[in-house]
């Protein structure tokens, strides 16, 4: 039987979906969460796993929220993994592209980090701070080409460039919210870079 890849998209947020609650249910036993998998896989496959799907999709405890989309995200996000693999860029090319017209350097971390010390020419939007309203001051056109950074792409500026778990990178979360406002000409500079070796210009209070 073959699926589409709308079938194929459904079937990895179920899993991601079963498997987050699973995770949580097992613990850290590692025999258990490898028993936990097989048995995902398999009621995924055969169809079996859909009651259960239904339960993740409404909340373990049934609270509802049209403004909170989790499996949406998670399915928005297996279209984002796909594109950001080809869009993350070294340092040379990051700097070809910033100052190529129609293009634009975002900073999406706090205020007070921006200010003591940024990408010289990026515009500043908070992240909390993302809506429609203000993506659509900030980067009027959905096709411009945004360039992004974050505090986890720069070693040896702790008070400027605070890393964060990676899991937790500010430019997995900046990138994927770009794409569900409709931002998808965006681009991430990939490397961990030595600040003090970068080529990259800053500006800031301690540039």
């Given at each position: 039987m073959r699926f589409g890849r709308s079938s194929q998209l459904k079937s990895f947020t179920a899993f991601l979906l079963l498997f987050d609650n699973w995770q949580a249910a097992v613990g850290e036993?590692?025999?258990m969460k490898t028993t936990s998998l097989i048995v995902l896989c398999s009621l995924i496959s055969l169809g079996a796993a859909e009651?259960?799907?239904?339960?993740?999709?409404?909340?373990?405890?049934?609270?509802?929220?049209?403004?909170?989309?989790?499996?949406?995200?998670?399915?928005?996000?297996?279209?984002?993994?796909?594109?950001?693999?080809?869009?993350?860029l070294t340092e040379e090319q990051f700097m070809a592209m910033a100052?190529?017209?129609?293009?634009?350097?975002?900073?999406?971390?706090?205020?007070?980090?921006?200010?003591?010390?940024?990408?010289?020419?990026?515009?500043?939007?908070?992240?909390?701070?993302?809506?429609?309203?203000?993506?659509?001051?900030?980067?009027?056109s959905h096709a411009t080409r945004v360039?992004?950074?974050?505090?986890?792409?720069?070693?040896n500026a702790p008070e400027s460039f605070a890393s964060k778990a990676p899991r937790a990178s500010l430019n997995i979360h900046t990138f994927n919210t770009l794409y569900n406002y409709g931002y998808t000409n965006v681009y991430e500079l990939g490397p961990l870079i030595d600040i003090r070796n970068s080529k990259l210009p800053f500006d800031g209070e301690i540039k």
């Open positions: 036993n590692a025999i009651p259960q799907l239904a339960s993740a999709r409404a909340g373990t405890n049934g609270i509802p929220n049209r403004l909170i989309d989790y499996e949406g995200f998670l399915t928005s996000a297996v279209a984002v993994g796909h594109l950001r693999e080809q869009r993350r100052v190529a017209p129609g293009t634009i350097i975002l900073d999406a971390r706090s205020s007070e980090k921006y200010a003591r010390l940024h990408i010289k020419g990026a515009k500043h939007l908070s992240f909390p701070d993302i809506t429609a309203d203000t993506l659509a001051r900030t980067i009027p360039l992004i950074y974050c505090n986890n792409n720069f070693l």
